[in-house]
Structure formats: C-alpha cells, structure tokens
C-alpha cells in the first residue's frame, strides 16, 4: 500500500482510544493523558464496554456505538481481542490504527494474520502491534505511551523498537532537539520502513529522517523507498546487532565472509543511506546534515585558540578517514600579517589564548578564501582574556559575509567548550551547525564528506560495457537444467568452465578424466607446451578436496600425471568409501609469479538475497577478512567502488618491481558475474578463489558454484525477484522497424546511456522542448540527465529508441508508478526531424504493454493543450482526455490499462 493514508495517520481530526482504562498501569490510560496533556485539538473518542466515562471524557461501550467515523484508533485491549477491534474500526471507515497490544503472535491463523486480514479488506492502514505508537508534535498528536513528548523539529525518526524510541526522545529532549514526527513500527503488520521513507521523503516539514533498525523483511520494497528517500534528503540508519554470528555454517569462502551486518552495511551503501553507530554519532550527523548539504572536498582547515583541542580535533579527523587541509602560501603571508608572532603558522591554526572577536574574524576570512581548504572547523576554549560569545559573532558575521560573496560557500563548523545556550542559539540562528566537543565536530564534518560521496556515487554515470560482451545464456540454461535434472547442487568443474566460458569469465579449463589413463591423455597437450597440470578429484559429495588428499599441483610429466591420478582416486574412496567419484579432473598449472591473490564470489543472504563479494583470497581468507560487499546489479563504477573499499586494492597498483594489476579486467569480471547471477536465479553461490591478477589479466584458479531449483512467480516480468534491487529488465529489449524501414533498437534506458541524451536533446526543437517540459529548456546539465538514465526499475521504466545503424538516441518514453504501484504518469519525446515515422506510437504502445505486464492499472499524463498532435495520439490510443483542474492551458490523458 505504501504512503496511502498515511496523510490522515500524521494529521488525523479525531482520534479513538479501543481500550481506555482508568487504571493507571494500562496503556490505553497512559494513550489518553498524552493526547490530552499534549493538547490535541481534534476530538478524542473512548471506547469501553466496562465503563461510561474515563478521566471525564465519555466512553462508548462498542465501536458501533460512535457517532462519527475517527481518522485515527489505537488499540489497546488484550491480544485477543484485537482482531476484533480491527475489524469494527475498518467496517466503519477508520483510515489509518495503531495497535499497541503486544503478543499476536505470527504465521497462518494467527491473531496477527487476521488483523491483517481484517484491515486490508477496508483499506485500512496498521502501525504495530507491539509499539510505541506515534507522536507528530506540530499537529499536537501523542498517539503513544511514552514518558513525554518532544519539541517541534524536522527531525523523523522511525523506530523498530518502542523503547529505542523512547530513549532517543528522551536523549534528544535534553539537547533541544526536535521532530517532525516519531514513528514505534513493533512488529510492522502493515506500515513499515518503506512506506514510511516514502512519506518523509517528500515531507516538506522533514529535513532529515533517522531509522533504528533490528531487521527488514521485504528487501526490494525498502531498497526501492531507501534509494529514492536519499536522493531527497538525509537518511541516516542506526542498526543493531552488528556483532551477532550468522546461524547457519557457510558452505563456501564467499558465504564465510558475507556475514548479515556485512550485508546490511552493503545495502545501506547501496542505497545511499549514512550509517551510524551510535546516539551520539546520530544526532552530530543530523545537526551536521540539517544545516549543510553541499561540500566540494574533504580538506578541514581547524582555527582554534587552544593548541591542545586542535591536536585532538587533528588525531579524530585522521581517524575518521579526513584530510587535514594544507594552507597555501598567499594564505600564510596573509595570516602572519594579522596575526602575533605566537600563531601556530600551520593547521590547526592555533591563534592563542587571548584571541579576541577580530582575531577569530581575520584568520577565518583568510582561511574562507585559500583555495587548499574545503571547509573550517573554528574551536574556542573559554578563557578570562577574551569573550567567548564575541568571537562566536564574530564567527557568525565572517560566515554569512563568505555565503552572500560566494556560491556554493564552503561549510563552517563550530565547537565552543562550554557552549550555552545563548551561543548555541547565535549558532543555530546563522544556519552554522555546532558541537559540544571536538570529536562530535569532527564526527559531523566527516558525515557531511560521506553524505556528498553518498550522492555523488548515486548521481555517477558508469562506462559503458565492451561492445562485443554477448553471454550465451542458452549454454548456462543446458548447463544448470541438466544439473537439476540430475539433482545435483554443485556444478562439476567441466560445466563450470562452460558456464563461466559463456559469460566471458575467464577460468581455468577443466577436462574430466575417469582413470589414469584418460589423466594421462588430458594431460599431454599441456605438457608438449611445457606447462605441469593440477589434478582434483571429482565427486558431487567431497566439497573440500584437499582434506582427502585430492589435489596434486605442478606434475610436469606423464608418469607423474598417471602416479598422481592413481594415488588421489585411492585416497578418496578410502577416506569417503560413500562418495560417487567420478574420476579425476585436468587443469592447466597457472603460474604468475606476481599476480595477486583475490576472491570473487556471490553469496546467498536470506534477506536481500545475491550478495557480490569481493576481496584478498588464498587459503587464508577468512583469517584475513578483507573484504567487502555490494548488493547486485553493479556497473563498473559500482564494481569499481566496491574494489576500492578493500586494503587489497592497494596492492593492485605498481609498487616497487611488481606492475599495476589490470583493475579493468577485474572490473568487468564482477560486472559480468553479477549479470550472470541476475540471469539465472536458480544459481545461489559462487566462489572464485583465488582469482589470479596482474598486468596481463586476470584469471579463476579454482570455483565452485551451488544451484537450486527455481519457480518464477506467475504475476509480471519483474526481473529475478531474488534481488533486492530490480536488475536490468533485458526481457524489454525490442528490435522494431519505423515506417520508413529504419531498424530500432527500443531497450530500457540504463545510466550508462547519458551520453546520448546531449545530442538527441540537440536534434529537437526549442519549442518541441516546451511542449514536453512545459517551460523552456536550454541546459541539460549532468544532474538533469542523471534524472532520467538512472532509474528504480521497481517504480518506474524508460525505454530509449536507438539507431542500429548510427547508435544515436531516437525518442524516449517513461513512466513513473505511484507508490501504490497502480497508476503511472507516462511522457514521451522523439526528435523532432522523426515526427510522423511512427516512432511515438511504437513508444506509447511499448509503455501501455509494460504496465499492463506490471500490474499497473492505469497510466495518465499532462499534455498542454496546444500540444494537438499528442493528443490526437492518445485519442487513437484510447485514453480519456479532461481539463486539467490545476493547469487551465494543460489537459489531463488517461487510460485504463
């Protein structure tokens, strides 16, 4: 269901309370003497059967028994009575409830099921149970339990848990900070994490939104709202548990080291959410983030007139991954002409302990202005030589002159120890965000630096693949049907080197021997080039060969090959007497004396499903634990950032005799696995370790791969549905013919595609522009472009109509879904020379098939009414056309699909 009816959840008329109580231990009690102690102006009704009134307020004894229908019911009445009680506010047209009851239990038949039952039925929306409940302190609503209510802020917390919800408000209360709205999900039966990012995010009232998270459970519905809510705004993330141990033992080195919080760490990168670790950390990035978005690098210059602070400030910004900012030679000249001789003539730029308003005010314009910095960080330690509230004016007045003289202006930070409330309040007036010590200064300065890398990364625009990169899929499908055909979860080396041979993947090849003998004649056309060979044993039921003696490297000769290929089938069947052995298997010995060692793989994560990782390899992997993670589909600049959050990639640049690693090849390696995964969801892990690397290339030693069976869902062509971010839909992919006989190519537009939009916006008129913007367009800068190359394909499709002669961009068509997911707003642009060859309707007819195929019931648009050919189109097409209510020179089109 998404955001509908949450409106009437956050801003509800009436309110009533199923479970009133005049006893004092009872929620519903404490539910009432919120509402009324925090002064909620719309009416509150009681219902309870046991008594007429409570508190003075009258009571009715059933839901039935209310004379008008209540935005809003909270539950509090024993769990079995719940479903109940849904079930009379739902008939009754309630929009939106809170269950505060704990203990419904979960699963078929259980009292949860039938409150969800009962509730969707109507349309109804459910927060809880086993919450808090919710507090929006504008609108004066305290829908909860908790000790107090918060000030009015911009801050929106959505909570998990009841009583982290409770202690953040309280912590926040005792700092001053304040909230558009405090949201206790419990057990999420209906209203969860994505529903509720989806509603923040476009809360003009909320400047940041702050999530406690334990767990999530539908993966592709957080993902989708958790990237869209980040490109908005903020989105900072606590999550318990980072310590816990998987449950379950990993078969492979890639489940070993793809750990849960691991993988919850990779899809809160992913989705460009900034995760913290604690109380502290969170509401410094808040404080940070509220007040600052925009940040040209990561040099902090530091002004302070303590020394001491300074170093400390210096030791935590290193730690934190920060770069102290060099300060330039004009810059210096300048600071030791205003300066005393006694100034530190470095950074942190220590100006003494007597330094007075003017002092902080000249130093601080000097450093706004050197060009070696990206932001200041300006500290004062109280002394009785100078007035620590002047030189926060100071501070203040030298900031706003910099912002009204230059744009974007660089960011400044304050730390005043000591700090009262008056100069906190100076501080938070000016727009200047302010800390009570050094390091939560620090702290919020180095979250401003990863909140513009954050965005940067979701704005970036990837190279394009190689041309000739065309996997055989139907290789792969013979490959994995007649594995499952023969019930097998491991693919034997021969099928790996035809898998991974189809994507591209370069392996070392694999030839099955069944006696020495076959060994010997396997062996020989590697050994006539001078290359030994490695000898594996082969059986589905031994994983880890060379516990049972069944691995034997570098033999250089026949007699070698044929003594090695008898001793490891003896060992085999001695040591597993049980297993099927099939023989043994013949590689060629890769020797690359300067190659690094790596791990490529995919793991199988139960709750966000693919996971690719990536890292050091060898034999001690998990020892090492070098690694990282990233949800699929990537690109190569996500491939790339992903080989980049390893100590590993440092090794993969030239160093001393050793040349630089091809990152390249390892780049498209990661690429082409991820694809390869996102083709066939019956493959669930993959493990290439080691992966050798070097100057030439790079190239799998060794793999193992694990198949199980996989039944597509019957609704829709959603991509593989084991993903947690909806990959590239390549079903869509079209080859068409216009009227003149022109070949297209009509696919979905990936992000890689930005290049073409320049020139295909060049090729259409200024007035075509109009018509399609409904303003005139004149500059396509990389972030407008970026809006429509880099798309949720789980809310929204554009499918860009290509030359297959010249590859240049022909004409778009998108359409957006609302967050229901049952209606569309569809726009379409060609160039304007290609008007009446029949690329608009091929278009149009495409995106009606698309949503059709999705589910979506109907797709409309806003077409001005000048726009006369557009319209005779969608008459053609069927949609209904209107006066549009809030444009008078635009109509409305619609279609139901």
Known sequence: MS????????????????????????????????????????????????????????????????????????????????????????????????????????????????C?????????????????????????????????????????LISQSGAIATGLVEWAALRGVGFSAVVSIGDSIDVDFADLLDHFAMDRETRAILLYIESVRDARKFMSAARAAA??????????????????????????????????????????????????????????????????????????NGGGVGVLAVDRLVDLGGELAAISPTTMKKLDAALPPIWSRANPVDIAGDADDARYAVALECLLDDDAN??????????????????????????????????????????????????????????????????TAIFGFTHLVRYQDTRDQLMATPPSLPQDFAPDTAAVRQVIDDALRDKRTWLDPVELTRLFSAYQIPITPAVLARDPNEAVAAAKPYLAKGTPVVLKIQSPDIVHKSEVGGVRLDLGNERAVHEAATDILAKARAAKPEARISGVTVFPMIVRPKARELIVGVADDPTFGPVIAFGQGGTAVEVISDKALALPPLDLELARGLIARTRVSRILKAYRNVPAADERAIELMLVKLSQLVADFPEIREIDLNPVLADETGIIAVDARVSIAPFEKPARGSRGNPRFAIRPYPTEWVRHMKLRDGTAILVRPVRPEDEPLYPPFFAAVTPDDLRLRFFAPVKHFSHTFIARFTQIDYARAMAFIAVDEASGAMLGVVRLHADAQYESGEYAVLVRSDLKAHGLGWLLMQLIIEYARSEGIRSIHGQVLKENTKMLEMCRELGFQIAADPEESSAAVVTLSV
Not at 129 to 152: D, E, Q, T, Y
């Open 3 to 114: 955001s509908y009816h949450l409106d009437t959840l956050f801003s509800p008329r009436s309110v009533a309370v199923v479970g009133a109580s005049p006893r004092k231990t009872s929620s519903g009690r404490a539910v009432l003497e919120n509402l009324r102690r925090g002064s909620f102006a719309g009416t509150v009704y009681l219902v309870n059967p046991h008594y007429d009134t409570i508190e003075g307020v009258r009571a009715v004894k059933s839901y039935d028994d209310l004379s008008e229908v209540p935005d809003l019911v909270v539950i509090a009445v024993p769990a079995a009575a719940v479903p109940a009680a849904v079930a009379a506010a739902a008939q009754k047209g309630t929009a939106a409830g809170i269950i505060v009851t704990a203990g419904l239990g979960h699963g078929p038949g259980s009292l949860f099921e039938l």
């Open 116 to 156: 969800e039952k009962n509730a969707r039925a109507a349309g109804m929306r459910l927060v809880g149970p086993n919450c808090l409940g919710v507090l929006v302190p504008r609108a004066k609503l305290n829908a909860s339990f908790a000790a107090s209510s918060p000030p009015v802020g911009d801050l929106a």
């Open 231 to 304: 490109r908005a705004k903020p989105v900072l993330v606590i999550k318990s548990g980072r310590h816990a141990q998987g449950a379950k033992a990993a078969l492979t080195h890639t489940g070993a080291l793809a750990g849960s919080d691991a993988v919850y760490d990779a899809a809160f990168c992913r989705a460009g959410l900034l995760r913290v670790i604690d109380l502290d950390e969170l509401f410094a990035a808040a404080e940070t983030l509220g007040r600052l978005t925009t940040l040209s690098g990561k040099r902090l210059a530091i002004l302070t």
């Open 374 to 439: 990206d932001a200041a960080l300006v500290m004062n330690v109280p002394t009785a030589l100078a007035s620590a509230p002047d030189a926060a004016k100071s501070v203040i007045a030298v900031t706003e002159k910099h912002r009204r003289r230059c744009s974007p202006a660089k960011p400044v930070f304050a730390m005043w120890i000591g700090e009262t409330d008056a100069i906190a309040e100076v501080f938070e007036a000016a727009g200047i965000p302010s800390y009570a010590t050094e390091t």
